[in-house]
């Protein structure tokens, strides 16, 4: 099938399917902890230099904008005094982003006047990062927008919404319109939040009044909740805004029923929304589409042997037509790049397909001939590589400075809400002083052995380092989900586990029961969460039969920790 005609529903999608038989915000009571905290403390003159760098080497114009959005937003979240410079820097490369002459050496100049912190705390901008959400699809939604008056007021929704606001803007401008913004920050739980409005803010929003501007609000999504959106619109009517003087520009359609957000339904019909149209679609029109779990179509000859799939969450893959290539979407910004030289570092070490940057965040593998292994598969030379590709992360994929990993909290937490026990966890057993960015994603059919008996690893950047759990930690995750999803004897385990200590020199031995609950209970509450996305669908009973196979052995090791009086960990039930 065409790209085209299935991009638009999947890209920057969180839920797209019908609601379920349950309220879509009952069924977000029971929801496990899945999504981790994605913020990191970065150096604010490690920052400044990089983004100076990015802008000298004039390499990507996409990076360096996306870089000086997250920047702008985390500054404002800091109410710092370079904020405001930071958004000149990021309005002017929106400019440059829309056509507009913008002098390089000025560019260099902004980044480097804008005074920064010693440290800064940034969250990944989603849509950028994993959705192939692109910064011209909101250059362009503004053509569907009416444009009768002259004069519009910008709401960004940070982070994400810093850059999107100042390409929205710069469009407009380019129309010869008049376009002001600013940026907020909703706080508050992810299905209720909400937005007060500084003082400074309330002013910018009267003198907007004044000039019948007409109000902008722009972000990703909705997502879950769909609360984000309707925080601003509600605080704008608040604040004196005509209900119908308010647009909402996200980058998906939805269906408000299927919102999280308390009356999310009724909330909505009061907000025009207007959603992009992705770029993307028109990149790839003539390329099979391999999204949305599509891909099993080609390495599996039959239905019943697909694994499961949360297809909303799947990155855009494209086949090319002469099927030499697969393009996937990895990241843009400086996130993106980190996760593509990932890639290319595993291809020159031989255990990934051979790799180039193909533009926008996308990567372009050449294809394998050979065939995807199964758990039957499982032999001492199978096991030999995995030990081998675990002790080549560690040596090329630590992650600096130590990370703070919410493993323990996601484990607690989950178990309660699970299983009904309170796990009394000593949380030593999954901190680390050396986080790696692992897998995270070590099932048999990731693996593909060649035509010529190569094993190669697939899927193997971005998993361990996206907005899910794990996040960066322990190399022990990738042993344990290997464990798990190859379904390993105790021969076979004590093979790979002492393999792994021969090459690395590191004992993993007295953390992996831990470390094979939290894997187990993570996928357990993955799946449960992804099938009540697509209810009614022969995905959910594939999400449905591993979620039971995930929970099923998450009890078993419960239960012999009962039995075992594990002190390391302990289950009251």
């Not at 893959?317 to 990895?330: G, N, V």
């Not at 595993?346 to 965040?361: H, I, N, R, T």
């Amino acid at each position: 099938m065409a790209g085209s005609t299935q991009i638009s529903n999947q890209a920057a999608s969180i839920i797209t399917a019908a609601d379920p038989p349950k309220r879509a915000d009952e069924r977000a009571k029971s929801d496990l902890w899945i999504f981790r905290e994605g913020r990191r403390e970065v150096s604010g003159l490690g920052m400044i230099r990089d983004l100076v760098h990015r802008l000298a080497s004039k390499t990507s114009l996409l990076d360096s904008l996306i870089e000086a959005g997250e920047l702008e937003a985390a500054l404002a979240d800091m109410n710092a005094p370079g904020a405001p410079a930071a958004a000149t820097l990021t309005d002017a490369l929106a400019l440059l982003f829309a056509g507009t002459q913008v002098d390089q050496a000025e560019l260099e100049h902004l980044a480097g006047k804008i005074e920064v912190p010693e440290t800064i705390s940034i969250s990944p901008p989603e849509g950028f990062t994993y959705y192939a959400l692109h910064p011209s699809d909101y250059a362009r939604v503004v053509d569907r927008i009416a444009l009768q008056s002259g004069t519009f007021a910008v709401i960004g929704v940070r982070s994400i919404g810093s850059t999107l606001s100042a390409v929205a803007a710069a469009a407009l401008k380019a129309k010869a319109r008049r376009a002001e913004r600013i940026t907020v920050r909703p706080t508050g739980h992810p299905y209720a939040r909400s937005v007060q409005f500084s003082a400074d803010q309330e002013r910018w929003i009267v003198e907007q009044l004044s000039q019948s501007a007409d109000f902008l609000v722009v972000d990703e999504g909705p997502g879950r909740s769909g609360s984000t959106f309707l925080s601003v619109a509600e605080a704008l009517i608040r604040s004196g805004v005509p209900q119908e003087r308010i647009t909402a520009v996200g980058s998906r359609e939805f269906d408000p029923e299927s919102l999280c957000a308390e009356h999310s339904a009724a909330r909505w019909r009061s907000v025009r929304f207007v959603a992009t149209e992705p770029s993307v679609s028109s990149r790839f029109q003539n390329f099979p589409y391999f999204g949305s779990g599509d891909w099993r179509m080609h390495f599996f000859k039959n239905e019943e042997d697909w694994p499961e799939s949360w297809t909303q969450m799947e990155r855009l893959k494209f086949l090319s037509p002469d099927r030499h290539q697969f393009f996937k979407f990895e990241g843009m910004g400086p996130l993106g790049s980190e996760v593509r030289e990932r890639a290319f570092t595993l291809a020159e070490g031989g255990f990934s397909p051979a790799v180039v940057d193909a533009g926008d965040g996308f990567l372009s593998y050449q294809t394998i001939e050979g065939r995807n292994l199964r758990k039957q598969d499982v032999s001492h030379s199978v096991l030999e590589r995995i030990a081998r590709y675990c002790s080549f992360r560690v040596s090329n994929f630590s992650h600096s400075p130590p990370f703070n990993s919410e493993l323990a909290n996601m484990l607690e937490f989950n178990v309660q809400q699970e299983f009904g026990r309170e796990l009394r966890l000593d949380s030593e057993l999954l901190r680390t002083t050396d986080p790696v960015l692992v897998d995270g994603r070590m099932q048999p059919f990731e693996w593909i052995e060649s035509r010529e008996g190569e094993l190669l690893k697939t899927d193997a950047i971005s998993h361990g380092d996206n907005h899910f759990f794990p996040g960066p930690c322990d190399i022990i995750w990738d042993l344990a989900g290997a464990i798990a999803e190859w379904d390993l004897s105790f021969e076979a385990a004590e093979f790979l586990v002492r393999r792994f200590k021969q090459l690395s020199g590191i004992d993993v031995a007295h953390k992996l029961d831990t470390y094979l609950l939290a894997y187990c209970v993570f996928r357990l509450g993955f799946c449960k969460m992804a099938a009540s996305t697509v209810s009614g669908s022969r995905e959910e009973s594939r999400l449905e039969s591993a979620y039971r196979w995930y929970r099923s052995k998450a009890g078993k090791l419960l239960d012999a920790e009962t039995l075992h009086g594990n002190s390391r960990a302990t289950v009251a039930t």
